[in-house]
């Protein structure tokens, strides 16, 4: 057990809909982080947040957008859903050596 | 931009056996991380190792390893006597400077066989 819990385990929706993912770091952490994990494009980083502020953008599409509160946890809303945003998102958060620490997931299925 | 290759998509291991699983990485910064994590089928993204680019000492956890070259920038990870639950996919990242994101490889997926 990493710290790190998200929910829900499993979303499954249809296309168009918009969910929410949500993520709450170890207990002492400041940094979230989210990652999506497809077949086709392997482990990619979406966004950080710090303390509740955005600190760095990856690859996320303008259709998601996420939010840290001030309890650090962390929420993210994907819209306008796609067959291809099928994918499992991670939520990690980063320990006092750099390493950062995963939660189990949520697998999102777009039917 | 900061790449990761894994240039072994699947290996096998005997148990007991030793198994290295190969990494490079491609940056242009002298203070990185450089991580090892482990993915069973359960889908858990576990932390297998941590090495910091500053210390020119390889990292050990119990039976893993790593062979740290930073000049070829080579990040190898060494198991040894190994189990059937270390079967499972394996990841390389790095992480440039601290609380930043990481880039992965594309794995490794390692099998165990009696």
């Known amino acids: 057990d990493s710290g790190v819990t998200q929910t829900p385990k499993h979303l499954i929706t249809a296309t168009g809909q918009r969910v929410t993912l949500r993520c709450s770091p170890r207990?002492?952490?400041?940094?979230v982080y989210w990652y999506q994990q497809s077949l086709d494009q392997g482990l990619q980083f979406l966004i950080q947040?710090?303390?509740?502020?955005?600190?760095a953008k990856g690859n996320i599409l303008e259709r998601f957008s996420a939010q840290q509160f001030p309890d650090l946890h962390s929420e993210l809303n994907l819209s306008s859903l796609e067959l291809g945003d099928s994918a499992l998102y991670f939520c990690?958060?980063?320990?006092?050596?750099?390493?950062?620490?995963f939660g189990p997931g949520t697998r999102l299925t777009v039917l | 931009a900061q790449t990761v290759t894994q240039s072994q998509p699947e290996m096998s291991v005997q148990e007991a056996e030793t198994v290295t699983l190969s990494c490079t990485y491609d940056?242009?910064?002298?203070?990185?991380?450089l991580f090892w994590y482990k993915q069973p089928p359960s889908r858990q993204m576990i932390l297998v190792i941590r090495?910091?680019?500053?210390?020119?000492q390889n990292a050990t956890e119990n039976r893993f390893s790593v062979n740290f070259q930073k000049a070829a920038k080579s990040f190898s990870l060494k198991i040894s006597d190994s189990q059937l639950g270390d079967a499972a996919m394996y990841f390389c990242?790095?992480?440039?400077?601290?609380?930043?994101?990481?880039?992965f490889g594309t794995g490794t997926r390692l099998q165990v066989t009696l």
């Open positions: 947040y710090y303390n509740g502020e955005e600190r």
């Open positions: 090495q910091e680019a500053y210390k020119q």
């Open positions: 940056t242009s910064e002298s203070d990185y991380y």
């Open positions: 207990s002492g952490d400041l940094s």
């Open positions: 990242a790095y992480a440039y400077g601290t609380a930043s994101k990481l880039t």
């Open positions: 990690a958060s980063s320990g006092p050596y750099n390493e950062q620490f």
